[in-house]
């Protein structure tokens, strides 16, 4: 951002970091009272930001373990299991190829949404009470841990008074795509190292700037921002790829935008910001190079996304909807998106009609013109490769089928792309409330007051939560050793698939102690190695599949016993387990019985050695 007009939100120095070049100064009384007071209203905000999170995910707390998020309770068992294999971190048990599910094959972790950043970080979280705790707590921490960051860079480098910064903010970590995405998808919520990357890049522009300095380029600045760049960076590829993706594609268009609507900033920064942005991806290339290529070319890695661009494509209508998550959302809107886990679009017509109307009242600077241009790509790269008004598909093509194909592109969901409108259009209302806070007449509270009331119906209420099935005794109280050793592989009855993955919760109640055959997980099943959801079942668990979704009890023959021989050898396993409560477990048990002989009781369980 220019340093040309220091008096402009969005072109005021980093105070607080040249602060670091300046020999240390007294401070006033009053100035020491102002500071104060800002402090205390930091933590003001921040705790406000905390207390929202924890009652828009409430309905967890009273008990993790049996609590589960209602609208997407597949994908919380399985970021809860990524959670519990990620903590063996700590144990000294873990590798990038877990074969703690899949067995004999395993999952490439690079490959899935693991978290790995936040499950080795929360290990200790998990191994002493449990991985639910641990998701819940994630859940919570990601909207506030993302607004108050927004908060922060709104405060620190655009220097926008604290009521305009926490309004924007708010709407970065609380806006509709945040709290749909908190169901279950913790890879896309966990946004809060996004402003440290884009302080960094504005903290490098700056550096890079001959004219922001006496001296001429600060390049000491300009290294130091590399290497911090290089290290979110990285940290992020740990946390979510497809965030850092929409970040970067985010802002490749505000710096091509901004460039041109602020051209002598460009060729006076140009040369040190390039080296130093080559600098960081250099620096994040080095640590990042292994992990990549096993992501891509590794054991069980895939190099292609398998989820269809025309699917995941944003309804244009869902655009001036609001979101069913929020206080004035309805549920009609559902029709017009995948699912509850993706109302990324509804932000209702009242605040893009106020984001408009802000946009064209701050005028052409360039900040504001690179975030309009921002939001006006990627809400259009949202609407996929064919345009969809209302749930009929046109025959109009959409922007995102000119990157369709493209590596990497095809593992980014093109609704998704509509999560980056989201801090774009916060910093228009900054940059729009703190102008009008700052000046005098009608606008001082107009501004203020249309922002608040665009802002309203998007107030988002509680995620729905609901009871799940305790586990059996068995899991819980350690039993499962009586059966297999740590480390070897049990199969419970019936097994996990990406539909009903609720057996991986056996394994994540004992911290991913065991190995378990097939699951709910992305690996290289599809055809000619392509990326699909799960694995082939094997014959026996194909046949006790279908006797636990009809009942009954089939005659066993030969060859099927000597099948269920070779699918127990295939899979290394040690034990077969059956819950005694467990839908049609009376016929289940008799199956098993004529596949693996006589059960033997432990707890509550029924288990056979093989």
Sequence with gaps: MSSA???????VPDQAVLAADRPPRRLRPARLL?????????????????????????????????????????????????????????????DLLTRRLNAPDGVNLMTNTTVIALGVLLAPVTLLFGAPVTFALLAMANLAGTAIAWYLLFTRVLRARRVAAALGA????????????????????????????????????????PAGTPDGPDRRRMVSSAVGLAAAVTAQVFVGEEVLFLCAVTLLVMAITYAVADRNLARRALPGFAGGMLLAAGLALLVLAWPLWFQFAGPQGVADGMFSPHYFSADLRSWWTVSPLSIA????????????????????????????????????????VACVVGTLVTGALSLGPRVVVDGEHTAVPGPYALLSGLPVVDGALPMRFALAVLPLVATLLVLAVDRALRGTGLARRLVPAGVAVALLPLLPTPLPTAERPPLPEFVTGGHWRQCVEPGG??????????????????????????????GFFIGPYGRNGTAAMGTYSQPTSALLAEVARRGGQPVVDDPQRRQAAEDAKFWGASCVALAVDTPHADSLRGTLEQLYGPATRIADAWTWRV
């Design 34 to 94: 102002t500071a104060v007071r800002r402090r205390r209203t930091d933590v003001t905000v921040a705790l406000l930001f905390v207390a929202l999170a924890g009652w828009l995910t409430h309905g967890l707390w009273p008990d993790p373990a049996a609590r589960v998020l209602a609208l997407n309770p597949e994908d919380q068992a399985l970021y809860e299991w990524f959670l519990a294999v990620d903590s063996r971190a700590l144990l000294g048990d873990f």
């Design 5 to 11: 007009a220091p008096t402009a939100p969005d072109a």
């Design 489 to 518: 592989v049990l199969v419970p009855v019936p097994l996990a698939t990406p539909k009903q993955p609720w057996p991986m919760r056996w394994a994540t109640a004992a911290d991913a102690a065991f190995g378990m055959p097939e």
């Design 329 to 368: 959302g309805g549920d009609g809107a559902a029709r017009l998106t995948t699912g509850p886990a993706e109302y990324n679009t509804f932000l209702g017509l009242p605040l893009l009609l106020v984001a408009a109307a802000c946009a064209l009242w701050l005028g052409r600077r360039p900040l504001v």
């Design 170 to 209: 708010a709407l970065c970590g609380f806006g509709p795509g945040m709290v749909s995405q908190t169901n279950s998808h913790l890879h896309m919520t966990a946004q809060w190292l996004v402003p440290v990357i884009v302080w960094l890049v504005v903290r490098l522009l700056r550096a890079a700037d």
